[in-house]
């Protein structure tokens, strides 16, 4: 199965210059803790809520502050025609439970959520790959 069989094609993206008050209300809208950054059409990071609280709130940031300010800027992403499998390996190595879903010109088309792969007859490797992702580490610190 392809990742472009089960992402959500349903994607909003903050821009850079969005403050952490209007990111953290389109979370609040979607149900969800992750958006994509975009500057244009390109692909420049990631927040999620997580960054809000830790590297926002938590470090005395107004909610007027840039996304920029808060966001990860190091983005990580499969593409739509990538096979389940080889994302689902991927997220366990680079310990992420979603990852933006681009086509082959680098555009941005959906999202995958490690749900999203184990309801699509993934849950076996899902749950290894979930296990990979829980293991502590240093790889996603929240000190900048």
């Known amino acids: 199965m392809r990742v472009n069989e089960c992402m959500n094609p349903d994607v909003r993206v903050a821009g850079p210059d969005n403050t952490m008050q209007s990111a953290a209300q389109i979370m609040a809208d979607l149900d969800a803790g992750f958006l994509p950054v975009a500057d244009h059409e390109r692909l420049i990071g990631i927040v999620t809520d997580r960054d809000i609280a830790i590297r926002g709130v ?3 940031k107004p ?3 840039s996304i920029r300010e808060v966001m990860s800027p190091e983005v990580k992403y ?3 025609d990538d096979e389940v499998e080889d994302v689902l390996d991927n997220m366990g190595d680079i310990q992420l ?3 933006p879903v681009l086509d082959a010109d680098k555009h941005l088309v959906g999202i995958v959520s490690l749900s999203d792969l184990a309801s699509n007859g993934e849950a076996q490797q899902a749950g290894q790959a979930l296990g990979e992702i829980t293991r502590p580490s240093g790889l996603h610190s929240q000190r900048v």
Do not use: D, I, S, V
Request: charged fraction near 25%; glycine fraction near 8%.
């Open 58 to 60: 938590a470090a005395g």
């Open 63 to 65: 909610p007027e502050t």
């Open 78 to 80: 499969c593409f739509q």
């Open 97 to 99: 439970r979603r990852l």
